[in-house]
């Protein structure tokens, strides 16, 4: 128990991060919950790192289920095929 209390209260910037990190794939643990949160009242930057990290899964989570641009039917239409066959093919690269 005085380990768990400890560890509440010692976490640092790299173990908060990692909760953060972790809290998207799985419930944490009520002492790590605990932990997390209490440092957050105290580090600006670790807030910060939660709130992206939930930005960059919500912003995935929308593009992978928004409908796909091109369909898979789709076909370019005869001039734009003849405008792909006539630009100039740069072998430099």
Known sequence: MFAKVRYILT???RE????ASESLDRRLLVHERLALRLHQVVCWS???FERQ???LRDAANRLHQAPSESQ???ELSAAAKQRLKNLPIDDSL
């Not at 908060?16 to 909760?19: D, E, G, I, N, T």
């Open 53 to 55: 990290l939930r930005l």
């Open 16 to 19: 908060a991060s990692r909760l």
């Open 46 to 48: 670790c807030r910060q």
């Open 72 to 74: 898979p039917d789709a």
């Open 11 to 13: 976490i640092r910037c």
